[in-house]
T-cell receptor, first 110, second 112 residues
Framework: GIQVEQSPPDLILQEGANSTLRCNFS?????LQWFHQNPWGQLINLFY???GTKQNGRLSATTVATERYSLLYISSSQTTDSGVYFC????????????FGKGTSLLVTP | EAQVTQNPRYLITVTGKKLTVTCSQN?????MSWYRQDPGLGLRQIYY???????DKGDVPEGYKVSRKEKRNFPLILESPSPNQTSLYFC???????????FGSGTRLTVV
């Protein structure tokens, strides 16, 4: 099956700093999403982005499908950004199977 | 408010006692699915449904059943729970294959 690798696995930032999270995938995809799992365990959809660039406030994401990677940018980080960020993909022809990476655990300190 | 509602949020049960975790969405989404999240194993798909009366197995379907009799509801049934089904369960829905998913708040299940 498709492999999804996220880096870095852990990240500690001071409030106000910027960061870039990376997601590499091993096959062509027809669906790529970024999620934030907050400290209470809830999974929040940040972006549906199988290709191109999107922005939502302090967050933005870029997927370069031809090179099989996606980036999530967090600017001016806040303590509420803490949690785990997951990249999830559906391989072309795989049906409705969203495969998750292991995540990047982010801690933003005051 | 558009949402996916799971119940219960927390459940402790004993081995072999049948249970159902309910999932309901109010967005008229065609696609619904169930995932479990375990330390070290991440999030894995259990079952999914592309529409009413259409369901299929995901990566880890053993020990689980589902049904989709109405578009809004997709319950997960554990007919004889075992301790290895202790996990955090999530229900998700989306309008279709090329859309983002909305997840429920999760159900933390402990089987003793």
């Amino acid at each position: 099956g498709i492999q999804v690798e996220q880096s870095p696995p852990d990240l500690i930032l001071q409030e106000g700093a910027n960061s870039t999270l990376r997601c590499n995938f091993s096959d062509s995809v027809n669906n790529l999403q970024w999620f934030h799992q907050n400290p209470w365990g809830q999974l929040i959809n940040l972006f549906y982005i199988p290709s191109g660039t999107k922005q939502n406030g302090r967050l933005s994401a870029t997927t370069v499908a031809t090179e099989r990677y996606s980036l999530l940018y967090i600017s001016s980080s806040q303590t509420t950004d803490s949690g785990v960020y997951f990249c999830a993909v559906e391989a072309e022809g795989s049906g409705y199977a969203l495969n998750f990476g292991k995540g990047t655990s982010l801690l933003v300190t005051p | 408010e558009a949402q996916v509602t799971q119940n219960p949020r927390y459940l402790i049960t004993v081995t072999g006692k049948k249970l159902t975790v309910t999932c309901s969405q109010n967005m008229n989404h065609e696609y619904m699915s169930w995932y479990r999240q375990d330390p070290g194993l991440g999030l894995r798909q259990i079952y999914y449904s592309m529409n009413v009366e259409v369901t299929d197995k995901g990566d880890v379907p053993e020990g689980y059943k589902v049904s989709r009799k109405e578009k809004r509801n997709f319950p997960l049934i554990l007919e004889s729970p075992s301790p290895n089904q202790t996990s955090l369960y999530f229900c998700a829905s989306s309008p279709g294959q090329y859309y983002g998913y909305t997840f429920g708040s999760g159900t933390r299940l402990t089987v003793v």
